[in-house]
């Protein structure tokens, strides 16, 4: 029986074999991996995953698709959540976590997120995604794309473009292209923020009218003379500052506090 996409759950099923082939090679799973696929839909990365790997956790929402795949293969092989992967709590699964999926586009900066609340957890992440969001995310400061997830996944994480995924390559084809993204977290060592909540609050403030100098977004935390120790030119605007600066600046305010 054929299933048909649903718009509200954002599907768009993969059926290009030689990109499936590419993916699968990226990934390189092997048999005693913890793996969870977010959003398995008719098993395009499903199947060759299952050839590879001894087990496979997947999470999915569609009760049609949860069927299919509970009459398609084994419960000791393949293991589903039924759920919300935006409500999916990772840390019920073994770790280290090898993460992937092709993301719903309307909640893919959400879920990742969320996700990337478990990076401790995490070995590594491979995700299908919109191109442009794909670009914004391993985006360097000073270029258009560069922003607030650029920023707040970049502390995190070690991030790679691997792969450019035509719009043909789906059914139904979207009307974007896509992008696969290797997400590796960083080891605690190289994470220079000393608190993670104010990091986030100091990012969001500085690009929520990225149009105007640090010296605006940030006035209710950093005077002048804090800019002077900081090393970091008031006129600037966040787009050009890269993490270690807002990470210096966030480490200040720690140290004040």
Do not use: C, W
């Not at 957890?121 to 360097?140: S, T």
């Not at 923020?193 to 969001?204: M, N, P, R, S």
């Not at 940030?218 to 090393?231: C, I, P, Q, V």
């Amino acid at each position: 029986m054929m299933h048909k996409a649903r718009k509200r759950f954002g599907q768009n099923f993969l059926v290009d074999e030689r990109i499936i082939a590419d993916i699968i090679a990226a990934i390189h799973p092997e048999p005693e991996d913890n793996m969870v696929e977010i959003g398995p839909g008719l098993g395009a990365l499903t199947r060759p995953l299952l050839k590879k790997l001894n087990h496979l956790h997947v999470v999915e929402i569609d009760r049609d698709i949860i069927a299919r795949l509970e009459s398609d293969y084994p419960k000791d092989k393949l293991v589903i959540h039924a759920g919300d992967a935006l409500k999916f709590d990772l840390a019920q699964l073994p770790a280290p976590l090898r993460i992937v999926g092709n993301l719903p586009y309307n909640i893919s900066s959400p879920l990742l997120f969320h996700f990337a609340g478990y990076a401790e957890r995490i070995r590594d992440m491979h995700f299908m995604l919109q191109n442009e969001v794909v670009e914004r995310m391993v985006a360097a400061p000073s270029t258009p794309a560069y922003g607030r997830l650029s920023v707040m996944l970049q502390y995190r994480f070690h991030m790679e473009k691997l792969l450019d995924v035509p719009p043909e390559s789906f059914r139904p084809a979207p009307k974007v292209n896509s992008a696969i993204v290797r997400m590796i977290p960083l080891p605690a060592s190289e994470i220079q923020v000393q608190d993670g909540k104010l990091f986030a609050q100091i990012v969001a403030a500085a690009f929520g009218q990225r149009r105007k100098t640090l010296r605006n977004t940030l006035k209710a935390k950093l005077n002048e003379s804090d800019f002077a120790r900081l090393g970091i030119d008031a006129q600037l605007r966040a787009e050009n500052l890269g993490v270690a600066e807002f990470a210096r600046i966030v480490n200040l305010l720690v140290e004040r506090a």
